[in-house]
């Protein structure tokens, strides 16, 4: 079964094209809203070094570097080529702070020390083969006093599309690929471990908070099966034989069934949000 370090490798691996469904379809439906949410917690003023985390395209990044300003900076790193290639494509708004784009893992961040006023990491932590050695890295990398800002998806039974994609991997590829494509997301759902996880790492005022938006895929049950190709079921799902592709599209568009109306997937994502700080790091 595929583990949630399979996923990592997946996007780590994955091309530039591939990464453009995940660019074009995922990015302004989810990601971008959930983005906002998340800077919107942490209070970003003008002038402040932001790190993002696991930055993909760059959402998290442009967002922030539009919040701190010019007078700011932010650092976005991943381990991923292909998305780093479309985070360094897009153009910045002109009242950005200078981005910087460095590849690199979470467990390595090639950051100084006490550099930065926040760190983000938006929809990585559940990916990353050693959370502890990652946090630890978001935590040197932090000034005393410094704000981190997590998101990671609740269960992906509160995210019905993604749940109805789960079904009809199952129904048609059986549980095995259903639980591996579930394994990666929304893998590390409890909130109570995360809040302890990041409090072991040595951060304050530790707080996690459940939020719910809006998720529509105006194209339909075929324009959510198109999310699978940035999914660590890609490879597997590009071999399929055209019966079982035919098979896997109409089993999308069953189980999406409850969601769809007038040929549009109308539903909700939930994701838990954390912040917490940096104190004293002396002693």
């Known amino acids: ?150 998101a990671i998806w609740c269960a992906i039974e509160d995210c019905p599309p993604f749940a109805a994609l789960a079904d009809a991997l199952g129904r048609v590829l059986g549980a095995e690929t259903a639980d591996a494509y579930e394994a990666g997301p929304w893998g590390f759902s409890d909130s109570d471990s995360l809040a302890r996880l990041v409090k072991d790492s040595g951060f304050t005022n530790v707080k996690v908070r459940r939020y719910e938006l809006p998720l529509i895929f105006e194209g339909g049950p075929g324009q959510l099966l198109l999310t699978l190709r940035a999914a660590s079921v890609a490879t597997t799902l590009a071999q399929l034989p055209d019966a079982d592709q035919l098979a896997l599209a109409e089993a999308v568009e069953e189980a999406a069934r409850p969601i769809t109306f007038d040929g549009i997937v109308r539903s909700h994502a939930t994701s838990h949000i954390l912040t917490a700080q940096v104190g004293d790091k002396r002693g």
Not at 76 to 94: E, H
Not at 96 to 113: F, H, I, K
């Open 1 to 150: 079964m595929a583990s949630k370090q399979e996923w990592g490798q997946s996007f780590a691996s994955a091309s530039t094209s591939a990464m453009r469904f995940y660019d074009e379809i995922m990015v302004p439906r989810m990601f971008e809203p959930w983005a906002e949410l998340m800077l919107d917690q942490m209070k970003l003023q003008s002038g402040q070094a932001v790190l993002d985390v696991a930055c993909g395209p760059g959402t998290v990044t442009r967002l922030a570097a539009l919040r701190v300003g010019p007078s700011g900076r932010v650092t976005g790193c991943d381990l991923s080529p292909a998305m780093l290639d479309l985070a360094r494509s897009k153009i910045s708004v002109r009242a950005s702070a200078p981005t910087e784009y460095l590849e690199c893992p979470a467990g390595s961040l090639r950051v100084p020390d006490d550099a930065f006023d926040l760190v983000t990491c938006q929809q990585g932590l559940q990916f990353f083969p050693d959370r502890p050695a990652a946090l630890a890295e978001m935590r040197r990398a932090l000034r005393p006093g410094g704000q981190l800002g997590i």
